[in-house]
């Protein structure tokens, strides 16, 4: 069992940069998968980031956002660069005790636990 607190969220301008983080609880946090998903108004929660042992991005963020964990502090980071407008959304951290097929790593489905998100918000 894992819990998942984020911090980090607020309001930037566009161009500006965020660093999101995800302080978990519980023990073997080196052993989960974890990722970012972000739920903007009226849209679906849609995949960010994944780092299970390699990295892994959404084409929307890749180039700009960086995902990272340090184990030692059990806490997992987004670093978001060159924010848009388009990147303002919940972010929220989710993790998964096991590995997942590549098929999966997307899929909101395959995490079993959830942070309660942060708010980031980009103005034009």
């Known amino acids: 069992q894992v819990q998942l607190v984020e911090s980090g969220g607020g309001s930037v301008q566009a161009g500006g940069s965020l660093r999101l983080s995800c302080a978990a609880s519980?023990?073997?946090?080196?052993?989960?998968?974890v990722a970012w998903f972000r739920q903007a108004p009226g849209k679906e929660r849609e995949f960010v980031a994944r780092?299970?042992?390699?990295?892994y991005y959404a084409d929307s963020v890749k180039g700009r956002f960086t995902i990272s964990r340090d184990n030692a502090k059990n806490t997992l980071y987004l670093q978001m660069n060159s924010l848009k407008p388009e990147d303002t959304a919940v972010y929220t951290c989710?993790?998964?005790?096991?590995?997942?097929?590549?098929?999966?790593?997307?899929?909101?489905?395959?995490?079993?636990?959830w942070g309660q998100g942060t708010q980031v918000t980009v103005s034009s």
């Open positions: 519980g023990r073997a946090f080196t052993y989960y998968t």
């Open positions: 780092n299970g042992g390699s990295t």
């Open positions: 989710a993790a998964v005790a096991r590995n997942l097929p590549v098929l999966m790593w997307t899929n909101s489905s395959a995490y079993d636990y």
